[in-house]
């Protein structure tokens, strides 16, 4: 019979007087190195400091707008095609890769409104101030022939914005109420009020896309089924919403830009509460659109910023401005999920990366992975103070860095106050409100 026995040897492991140094087992296996995890932060560290000094997010400004740019569509089919409206009425489709200017159409008198562009890519609406909806062809017009729309409908009263069916041809628009158009009838087929005197945005939804929403001018956002013949439900809000996107991977999630420089992320089937209340800007906060992922989207303020989110994130992952960007009022996120696009008040339509570090064009396979293992690396060690730090660090203009600061001092005063009242009333009679249910009135069903 073979036993096998546990021999220990004290001479290994026991030190010889209490002045010796302290034996330290080693594994040899030359796979394993006893400096692993410090040669892993300091390639973390170095990698967070060369993301920070390649992100240069700015790539074109596209220039011939003769007003601020009022709305933004892009196409649905092809990825370099972009389609922008004016606030002197004029409509104008760009080439993204040569950065230049294709096609110019005057389209409304007055401010452009709304834009889209029709799910098959063929044709785009638009609505402006002077009452009018009108249906344009993509192709541009032949040799010597008109620039004419393929349809024009007129309305009782001004459209403030336009939405298009995913999959029929139906489209939706917003004034002083919701209507629901069919592209082949001069009147609604359907229209929606609530007792609400205006409406500023309507959406359909991308994955349910018999269901819209929109914000209204009293406060609060308005969801419809098209099949029934009355809302379904609204939530006010403390103050006005200006725009809302819907999320394009999770059905009943949609995401809303406040005049209270917040942005609220909402739960459709549960709207009692926000799930996210995502801070950051310093000014109302104007439009937004989500990613294509569906896990991130993109903010534009009046505060002259444009701020990149995640869905679930409280604060903001990325800030862009620059020197010349005026008050933004539109954004849109490209199709590939790899930029974004701003319109802004000063006439320019800029374009950005959607990751500031990211190098553009063909990578070799040795480039991609180092890249992939950086980013592991990033990821293993993000929470340690000094890789953090430098991570989320970003230089703000001036005025934007103090109201920042002044904001968050009134926060805390308001907090102290709170806190004191409390503290000197009767216990039960002051109650601890949260954050996210500060900014709800109601909900109507």
């Given at each position: 019979?073979?036993?096998?026995?546990?021999?220990?040897?004290?001479?290994?492991?026991?030190?010889?007087?209490?002045?010796?140094?302290?034996?330290?087992?080693?594994?040899?296996?030359?796979?394993?190195?006893?400096?692993?995890?410090?040669?892993?932060?300091?390639?973390?560290?170095?990698?967070?400091?060369?993301?920070?000094?390649?992100?240069?997010?700015?790539?074109?400004?596209?220039?011939?707008?003769?007003?601020?740019?009022?709305?933004?569509?892009?196409?649905?089919?092809?990825?370099?095609?972009?389609?922008?409206?004016?606030?002197?009425?004029?409509?104008?489709?760009?080439?993204?890769?040569?950065?230049?200017?294709?096609?110019?159409?005057?389209?409304?008198?007055?401010?452009?409104?709304?834009?889209?562009?029709?799910?098959?890519?063929?044709?785009?609406?638009?609505?402006?101030?002077?009452?009018?909806?009108?249906?344009?062809?993509?192709?541009?017009?032949?040799?010597?022939?008109?620039?004419?729309?393929?349809?024009?409908?007129?309305?009782?009263?001004?459209?403030?914005?336009?939405?298009?069916?995913?999959?029929?041809?139906?489209?939706?628009?917003?004034?002083?109420?919701?209507?629901?158009?069919?592209?082949?009838?001069?009147?609604?087929?359907?229209?929606?009020?609530?007792?609400?005197?205006?409406?500023?945005?309507?959406?359909?939804?991308?994955?349910?896309?018999?269901?819209?929403?929109?914000?209204?001018?009293?406060?609060?956002?308005?969801?419809?089924?098209m099949r029934e013949s009355a809302p379904l439900k609204k939530v006010i809000?403390?103050?006005?919403?200006?725009?809302?996107?819907?999320?394009?991977?999770?059905?009943?999630?949609?995401?809303?830009?406040?005049?209270?420089?917040?942005?609220?992320?909402?739960?459709?089937?549960?709207?009692?509460?926000?799930?996210?209340?995502?801070?950051?800007?310093?000014?109302?906060?104007?439009?937004?659109?989500?990613?294509?992922?569906?896990?991130?989207?993109?903010?534009?303020?009046?505060?002259?910023?444009?701020?990149?989110?995640?869905?679930?994130?409280?604060?903001?992952?990325?800030?862009?401005?620059?020197?010349?960007?005026?008050?933004?009022?539109?954004?849109?996120?490209?199709?590939?999920?790899?930029?974004?696009?701003?319109?802004?008040?000063?006439?320019?339509?800029?374009?950005?990366?959607?990751?500031?570090?990211?190098?553009?064009?063909?990578?070799?396979?040795?480039?991609?992975?180092?890249?992939?293992?950086?980013?592991?690396?990033?990821?293993?060690?993000?929470?340690?103070?000094?890789?953090?730090?430098?991570?989320?660090?970003?230089?703000?203009p001036k005025n934007i860095y103090h109201q920042r600061k002044e904001q968050?001092?009134?926060?805390?005063?308001?907090?102290?106050?709170?806190?004191?009242?409390?503290?000197?009333?009767?216990?039960?009679?002051?109650?601890?409100v949260s954050e996210k249910e500060k900014h709800v009135v109601t909900v109507?069903?």
């Open positions: 019979m073979k036993v096998k026995v546990l021999s220990r040897n004290p001479d290994d492991y026991v030190r010889e007087t209490k002045h010796d140094i302290q034996r330290v087992p080693r594994n040899y296996d030359p796979a394993l190195h006893p400096f692993e995890v410090s040669r892993e932060y300091t390639r973390a560290l170095n990698a967070t400091k060369l993301e920070r000094v390649f992100a240069k997010p700015f790539l074109a400004s596209l220039d011939g707008h003769r007003d601020g740019v009022n709305c933004m569509a892009k196409h649905t089919t092809s990825l370099s095609t972009l389609l922008s409206g004016s606030c002197d009425g004029e409509v104008k489709v760009w080439n993204l890769t040569k950065h230049e200017c294709v096609r110019t159409l005057q389209a409304h008198e007055g401010f452009v409104r709304g834009m889209i562009v029709r799910y098959c890519g063929t044709s785009f609406f638009t609505v402006g101030d002077d009452k009018t909806i009108k249906q344009w062809k993509m192709e541009a017009p032949g040799y010597g022939e008109e620039e004419e729309p393929l349809n024009t409908i007129l309305g009782k009263t001004v459209f403030t914005g336009l939405d298009h069916h995913q999959k029929e041809a139906v489209f939706a628009t917003c004034g002083q109420q919701v209507d629901i158009w069919d592209e082949q009838r001069s009147s609604p087929i359907r229209s929606f009020t609530w007792g609400v005197d205006s409406f500023s945005a309507v959406r359909f939804n991308p994955v349910e896309t018999e269901l819209l929403a929109s914000c209204a001018s009293d406060r609060s956002i308005v969801l419809y089924d809000m403390t103050m006005r919403s200006n725009t809302l996107c819907w999320n394009p991977m999770e059905a009943y999630y949609f995401t809303c830009s406040n005049e209270d420089y917040n942005l609220y992320t909402y739960d459709m089937r549960y709207l009692k509460r926000p799930l996210t209340v995502h801070m950051d800007h310093v000014s109302a906060v104007l439009d937004l659109d989500y990613s294509p992922t569906g896990k991130e989207f993109v903010s534009a303020s009046f505060d002259k910023t444009i701020r990149i989110f995640p869905k679930d994130g409280g604060h903001s992952r990325e800030v862009y401005h620059t020197k010349r960007m005026q008050h933004v009022i539109c954004v849109k996120w490209s199709s590939d999920s790899k930029y974004i696009l701003s319109g802004s008040d000063e006439m320019n339509i800029r374009l950005w990366k959607a990751n500031a570090a990211e190098k553009l064009g063909v990578l070799a396979p040795r480039e991609k992975q180092a890249r992939n293992y950086n980013q592991k690396l990033k990821e293993k060690f993000q929470h340690h103070p000094q890789i953090r730090r430098i991570a989320h660090h970003r230089h703000l968050r001092i009134m926060k805390e005063a308001r907090q102290r106050k709170e806190r004191n009242v409390r503290k000197h009333s009767k216990p039960g009679s002051v109650p601890v109507v069903k």
